[in-house]
């Protein structure tokens, strides 16, 4: 488990929350956010969770009542089963001691999912707001910070498709029936997954799920979009996100609130390098090599992309004077790789723009390589997503989670930058997403009621092939396939 989540995000009782900033001293105008986040709350301990309003621009999708309603629903539920109550200290007495027999004992409206930190931080915030809407569904609890002693603990982190408990391993050896479930199960939702483990939401694996106090779920993938395949789930999604493509921004606006220090970081930078620009960009750059040439093919996509798009001024062939009023670009750059940042800087430092325009860039971190569960590292990477979805317009990498939470959680269609392919910049360079929602990378290969391989997004009006992956990632939408 990722007890260092709590460095990141403020937790309470309930779950924790996500937001963002701006550098206004006014009250907040909408500080519960249309209603999803409730008062009962000490603005000092948490203050992203009520100054999110102050740096975003007004909500432009509005939660529908009945999510709202769905939210306080859970938030009373996990009250009476949460950890630290008689229903929570009952549900566990005989959990890890099912070995030989284990027919499951119901522990009444109390069933619980644990969730398993795994990968990036870009990977466990996708996967976070996945479990927890697959426990709204479920009408289960959800827990990212579990108590020392919960019986599993020693285990957990060791789970995979091998273990005994695993859920589609059991199907595979018809170990698991409706008389027969066991205390706990493991649902395996990775990149590497089987099929048979991909398919835990279809409604006839559901029928032996829900007879299970405890779920503990290992992820690295955005797997909402498979959540609506299942025709009774599709019912009650489309009350709670009549726009499919809000999904993650509503439930991030509800999870994920960055604590103080990550929150200071995020005002700070605002305040000093995008508060006062006319039009912000965000640019979050990916590397999958080291080859010198790549590094230097994907700084002229970037430019390609981001000029050919009218995101950036082109550079001027000649200088010449304007009296006009110039306007203000701020760039914020986020990447390991300070070489995109730098040259950005300096090209448009040593030439003016065609517009007489400004351009300035900015790189929040000096961080040169990935530190996962490193306190600092961590801080810095969540405040630099949060900075990025306060900007105007994104451009991020392909098939990048950290990018995906980005976009997402600022409400934003993005530009995807193709990857390079066989040393040359891709033509074009970049597409428009047409969907805020993430990506599910690895999807499955076909629904609930079918057994062959099939193109989902022609089954299912909802869903479309992802921009930045081959053919096997999907992803929610809510326009029409006449418009692709």
């Known amino acids: 488990m990722l007890v260092s989540f709590s460095d990141l995000f403020f937790t309470h009782q309930l779950l924790g929350t996500i937001v963002n900033v701006i550098v206004d001293s006014k009250e907040p105008k909408d500080k519960l956010?249309?209603?999803?986040?409730?008062?009962?709350?000490?603005?000092?301990?948490?203050?992203?969770?009520?100054?999110?309003?102050?740096?975003?621009?007004?909500?432009?999708?509005?939660?529908?009542e009945y999510l709202i309603s769905k939210l306080r629903s859970y938030e009373i539920l996990h009250r009476r089963c949460g950890p630290g109550t008689r229903a929570y200290k009952e549900a566990t007495k005989n959990l890890g001691h099912d070995d030989d027999n284990y027919a499951s004992k119901s522990v009444g409206e109390c069933r619980y999912i644990v969730w398993v930190a795994a990968f990036g931080l870009g990977n466990r915030i996708l996967t976070l707001a996945s479990v927890f809407l697959y426990a709204l569904l479920s009408r289960s609890c959800t827990s990212w910070l579990l108590p020392h002693d919960f019986?599993?603990?020693?285990?957990?982190?060791?789970?995979?498709?091998?273990?005994?408990?695993?859920?589609?391993?059991?199907?595979?050896?018809?170990?698991?029936?409706?008389?027969?479930?066991?205390?706990?199960?493991?649902?395996?939702?990775?990149?590497d997954s089987r099929d048979v483990d991909k398919m835990f939401f279809c409604p006839k694996d559901q029928t032996l799920i829900d007879k299970v106090p405890w779920l503990i779920v290992n992820a690295n993938v955005y797997f909402v979009p498979s959540l609506w395949f299942n025709p009774t789930f599709q019912t009650e999604l489309v009350k709670l996100f009549p726009q499919k493509e809000t999904v993650f921004y509503h439930l991030a606006l509800y999870l994920f609130h960055p604590t103080n220090q990550v929150w200071?970081?995020?005002t700070r930078s605002y305040d000093a390098y995008l508060s006062r620009a006319d039009q912000t960009l965000g640019i979050q750059v990916r590397v999958f090599t080291r080859r010198a040439s790549y590094l230097q093919h994907l700084m002229d996509q970037i430019v390609a992309c981001t000029q050919r798009e009218k995101l950036l001024p082109e550079l001027a062939t000649q200088v010449s004077n304007t009296?006009?009023?110039?306007?203000?670009?701020?760039?914020?750059?986020?990447?390991?790789?300070?070489?995109?940042?730098?040259?950005?800087?300096?090209?448009?430092?040593?030439?003016?723009?065609?517009?007489?325009?400004?351009?300035?860039?900015?790189?929040?971190?000096?961080?040169?390589?990935?530190?996962?569960?490193?306190?600092?590292?961590?801080?810095?990477?969540?405040?630099?997503?949060?900075?990025?979805?306060?900007?105007?317009?994104?451009?991020?990498?392909?098939?990048?989670?950290?990018?995906?939470?980005?976009?997402?959680?600022?409400g934003l269609k993005p530009w995807l930058l193709y990857r390079p392919v066989s040393?040359?910049?891709?033509?074009?360079?970049?597409?428009?997403?047409?969907?805020?929602?993430?990506?599910?990378?690895?999807?499955?290969?076909?629904?609930?009621?079918?057994?062959?391989?099939?193109?989902?997004?022609?089954?299912?009006?909802?869903?479309r092939h992802c921009e930045d992956t081959r053919h096997d990632g999907v992803k929610l939408f809510d326009g029409t396939k006449d418009e692709l």
């Open 264 to 266: 200071g970081m995020v």
């Open 323 to 410: 009296s006009r009023s110039k306007k203000l670009n701020a760039v914020l750059v986020t990447s390991l790789h300070p070489e995109y940042s730098n040259n950005l800087k300096n090209m448009y430092w040593e030439i003016p723009t065609s517009t007489g325009d400004i351009v300035q860039v900015y790189r929040p971190s000096g961080e040169r390589f990935q530190q996962t569960d490193k306190k600092l590292h961590d801080q810095k990477a969540l405040a630099e997503i949060y900075l990025l979805s306060l900007t105007d317009n994104i451009v991020i990498s392909a098939g990048s989670t950290f990018g995906y939470v980005a976009h997402s959680l600022g």
């Open 33 to 64: 956010l249309r209603g999803i986040l409730t008062a009962d709350f000490d603005e000092d301990s948490c203050l992203s969770r009520h100054q999110s309003s102050l740096y975003r621009k007004p909500l432009p999708y509005k939660p529908s």
């Open 151 to 191: 019986p599993l603990m020693k285990h957990i982190d060791g789970y995979n498709m091998g273990y005994s408990r695993c859920y589609g391993t059991m199907l595979n050896n018809h170990a698991i029936s409706a008389n027969s479930t066991p205390q706990h199960l493991y649902l395996h939702i990775l990149h």
């Open 423 to 463: 040393g040359r910049v891709p033509d074009p360079p970049c597409v428009r997403a047409v969907s805020m929602e993430p990506c599910y990378i690895t999807s499955p290969s076909h629904g609930c009621e079918n057994k062959k391989r099939i193109d989902l997004a022609t089954v299912f009006p909802f869903v």
